[in-house]
Antibody, heavy 118, light 112 residues
Framework: EVQLVESGGGLVQPGGSLRLSCAASEFTFSNYWMNWVRQAPGKGLEWVANIDPDGSAKYYVDSVRGRFTISRDNANNSLFLQMSSLRAEDTAVYYC???????????WGQGTLVAVSS | DVVMTQSPLPLPVTLGQPASISCRSSQSLVYSDGNTYLNWFQQRPGQSPRRLIYKVSKRDSGVPDRFSGSGSGTDFTLKISRVEAEDVGVYYCMQGTHWPWTFGQGTKVEIQ
């Protein structure tokens, strides 16, 4: 069974930085686009960023472009999200999500909570 | 960005009865390859989302056949033929045709 396990969340002050990680297993990680999707407490889902299989193409939602960087390490089956200049509105559970083909995502991790507060 | 609008937002349902959720997009979701990348997800309380339907009507493995998706262009529907207690949760549509991918606001299904 596909497994995606996020880590790295926590409490950070506004303007601070945080690096999220996602450990993938039970599938050939290097063949898939990967995504970060977030969910603010009690709110809906928002796609944040994604990255192509070899890490050369990256896309971001406007609200995080220039502050967040998505990356991957195919040798270690890992996905990352480097977040900087964090704002209160970035507070959310961040999910690592696999994209099996164009236009869709299938497997989701359990999520890691990022709380931005002073 | 493509705006996805779901209705209703709260959906009180009766066990054993049908239920239907509408999802409308602000632009056509037909991609240049002819496919329509409209997905439906279920999020049960305290859980991560789970994909139910992709490409409008393709049901995922393990998803009960009481769930079905339909629609075209800008208008889509998720139907539950007979609601069961385990169907309680929030349902989201998501378009994967245009960057950035966007979700509907979520429809909360609860037993009345």
């Amino acid at each position: 069974e596909v497994q995606l396990v996020e880590s790295g969340g926590g409490l950070v002050q506004p303007g601070g930085s945080l690096r999220l990680s996602c450990a993938a297993s039970e599938f050939t990680f290097s063949n898939y686009w990967m995504n970060w999707v977030r969910q603010a407490p009690g709110k809906g889902l928002e796609w944040v960023a994604n990255i192509d299989p070899d890490g050369s193409a990256k896309y971001y939602v406007d609200s995080v472009r220039g502050r967040f960087t998505i990356s991957r390490d195919n040798a270690n089956n890992s996905l990352f999200l480097q977040m900087s200049s964090l704002r209160a509105e970035d507070t959310a559970v961040y999910y690592c999500v696999r994209a099996p083909e164009m236009g869709t995502v299938d497997y989701w991790g359990q999520g890691t909570l990022v709380a931005v507060s002073s | 960005d493509v705006v996805m609008t779901q209705s209703p937002l709260p959906l009180p349902v009766t066990l054993g009865q049908p239920a239907s959720i509408s999802c409308r997009s602000s632009q056509s979701l037909v991609y240049s390859d002819g496919n329509t990348y409209l997905n439906w997800f279920q999020q049960r309380p305290g859980q991560s989302p789970r994909r139910l339907i992709y490409k409008v009507s393709k049901r995922d493995s393990g998803v009960p056949d009481r769930f079905s998706g339909s629609g075209s262009g800008t208008d889509f529907t998720l139907k539950i033929s007979r609601v069961e207690a385990e169907d309680v949760g929030v349902y989201y549509c998501m378009q994967g045709t245009h960057w950035p991918w966007t979700f509907g606001q979520g429809t909360k299904v609860e037993i009345q």
